[in-house]
């Protein structure tokens, strides 16, 4: 490492009892006291899963973290704002069990917002009011990929800022993956938190963030005040380049943190994890459109063209026609009557695909040419 010393990530193993290694974590890069400040703890509570599934931020660890911060004298708020147009956050914390591990402090951030701008990209940002009002922020990221960003980590938790419709209208302003990483990065600039504390108990590879992923036990929560360190250190452990990513090479671009290996200070054991699988998408990312065109043409009109777009399937077996997937298309190019189809206005955003509630929509693998 060169130049002024930077913040560490610190690596710890998770245990049985959390409180340990979050109050090692809290101990190095949190103050001592917080003499009842605001302090908003945020999760990623990305839809009503069960907390043995992997999706969400691990109860124990918003539990440790909540007693971290009250045995710091805190006036402490736990909240998110989850995916989809209707769900309610309180619904959602239930499901996931951070209600309960939230020990009487969750609040559902939605019931005030404040309308922002994204300093790049000028998108209008409507935004949880208790976010700016917090004198200081812990954010509680999960450890997985996820298959239009590649992964989610701790800039991309910031997202969970943004309350109700606007997520949708987001996705349809910024329709590709570097104008979507512009506007994250947006959204975390307009109040970064103060420490981030990364929920790598269990993993999520494969297509995730959600049903289509696959849970992987890593045993490990990571901590740091520099975002884009966590990230790269995360995109390490996944055995990946850190730059390959959309939102962490905007970013670095941002100056929003360090992202080479040689400026950053690990503090514990940095382990790649073996044959972490990435999204299919990842792949997809390293193709250009030339060597699409000629995949197209080897293969029988409209198989290649539909996998090299990668637009969403139906699993018809699990989909229970709620029309969830419907409401949280930013496009409307969903419809489920008077059958399933996806038309051309997909913009391949995958948020049906997060937010189904049955892992009814799947994204495609694309093994044919992944290596071509």
Not at 22 to 36: C, K, N, Q, T
Not at 189 to 200: E, F, S, T
Not at 228 to 253: N, R, Y
């Amino acid at each position: 490492m060169s130049g002024d010393k930077k913040p560490p990530v610190i690596i710890e193993n998770s245990g049985v009892d959390l409180r340990e290694p979050v109050e090692r974590i809290m101990s190095s890069l949190a103050p001592d006291s917080f003499s009842g400040a605001n302090v908003l703890i945020k999760p990623n509570m990305v839809g009503p899963s069960e907390p043995g599934l992997g999706h969400t931020t691990h109860p124990d660890l918003v539990r440790a973290v909540v007693r971290a911060c009250l045995d710091r004298n805190a006036s402490v708020i736990v909240g998110d704002n989850p995916g989809g147009i209707s769900r309610s956050s309180r619904n959602v914390a239930n499901a996931t069990g951070i209600l309960d591990a939230s020990e009487d402090c969750f609040h559902p951030i939605s019931e005030q917002v404040v309308e922002k701008k994204g300093i790049e990209t000028g998108f209008p940002m409507v935004i949880s009011k208790s976010v700016l009002d917090a004198d200081y922020i812990i954010n509680l990221p999960k450890f997985k990929t996820h298959t239009l960003m590649m992964v989610t980590g701790a800039i991309k938790n910031t997202y969970g800022y943004i309350a109700g419709a606007c997520k949708a209208k987001l996705h349809l302003q910024a329709p590709n993956k570097k104008d979507f990483a512009k506007t994250i990065c947006d959204i975390y600039q307009l109040r970064p938190p103060d420490l981030h504390i990364m929920d790598a108990i269990t993993a999520i590879e494969g297509n995730g963030p959600c049903h289509g992923g696959m849970l992987r036990e890593v045993g490990k929560i990571l901590g740091s005040t520099d975002p884009l360190a966590l990230d790269a250190v995360m995109a390490q452990m996944m055995g990946v380049e850190p730059s390959d990513l959309p939102v962490q090479k905007e970013a670095a671009i941002r100056g929003l943190g360090s992202m080479k290996s040689y400026e950053i200070e690990v503090a514990g054991l940095l382990e790649q994890i073996p044959n972490f699988r990435m999204p299919v998408t990842f792949y997809h990312e390293h193709l250009d459109n030339e060597t699409i065109e000629k995949l197209q043409k080897l293969y029988p009109p409209g198989m290649m063209l539909s996998r090299t777009k990668i637009i969403p399937l139906q699993n018809v077996e699990k989909c229970a026609l709620c029309g969830d997937c419907v409401l949280s298309c930013p496009t409307e190019a969903l419809t489920i009557e008077p059958e399933f189809s996806i038309s051309d206005k997909c913009i391949a955003c995958y948020c049906c695909v997060e937010l189904c509630p049955e892992g009814a929509l799947e994204v495609p693998d694309v093994e044919a040419y992944r290596h071509y």
